[in-house]
């Protein structure tokens, strides 16, 4: 079954630290890029974060430059973000999610995300 | 940054009628749109890219136009289980990766 698994999330204090993580079935993980996807309670849907399929490129949104990092374990078929300095806007649910075949820059499978809440 | 705008932001529609939903960019992005939907507690799900070729195992009552800066989704025959929030999003020019605010459609 082709699906992305998120897990990690939870209730962290402003200026915590947190991992998230994603593992892939069904498909050859090592052949698509990757990326993380927000969702803030009752708004839209905000790219955080992307990796290709090496590690080798890594971009960012501004609104986590420097205190996100992703990255990708090929050989377990899975992909992480690191979450540090925390703030109150960083909760919303997390989505992992796969571009599509063939290099094309659209979201063709995503994750059921996971629940990231920053609160004191 | 590439600002894709979608109106309205809520329409109301009877169940069997034709739905019709806008995007914009702020600057020409050729065909690199997709369409989403997402359904209420649920991830959203692929449904047009290339502005106008439906995904795997999508109906055809949905159909996506436009190029440059204006498209359309539109839903030809609402059934139940399409009341939900439709989102676009351009990848012509990235990153960022940019969504527009989304558009829920709603039983009138």
């Known amino acids: 079954q082709v699906q992305l698994v998120e897990s990690g999330g939870g209730l962290v204090k402003p200026g915590g630290s947190l991992r998230l993580s994603c593992v892939a079935s069904?498909?050859?993980?090592?052949?698509?890029?990757m990326s993380w996807i927000r969702q803030a309670p009752g708004k839209g849907l905000e790219w955080i974060s992307y990796i290709s399929t090496s590690g080798g490129v890594i971009h960012y949104a501004d609104s986590v430059k420097g205190r996100f990092a992703i990255s990708r374990d090929n050989a377990k078929n899975s992909l992480s973000l690191h979450m540090n300095s925390l703030r109150a806007e960083d909760t919303a649910l997390y989505y992992c999610a796969r571009y599509g075949e063939n290099n094309y820059w659209y979201f063709d499978l995503w994750g059921r995300g996971t629940l990231v809440t920053v609160s004191s | 940054e590439i600002v894709m705008t979608q109106s309205p932001a809520t329409l109301s529609v009877s169940p069997g009628e034709r739905a019709t939903l806008s995007c914009r960019a702020s600057q020409t992005i050729s065909s690199h749109l997709a369409w989403y939907q997402q359904r209420p507690g649920q991830a959203p799900r692929l449904l047009i890219y290339?502005?106008?070729t439906r995904a795997t195992g999508i109906p055809a009552r949905f159909s996506g136009s436009g190029s440059g800066t204006e498209f359309t989704l539109t839903i030809s025959s609402l059934q139940s289980e399409d009341f939900a929030v439709y989102y676009c999003q351009q990848y012509n020019n990235w990153p960022p990766w940019t969504f527009g605010l989304g558009t829920k459609v709603e039983i009138k």
């Open positions: 290339g502005a106008s």
């Open positions: 069904g498909f050859t993980f090592s052949d698509f890029y």
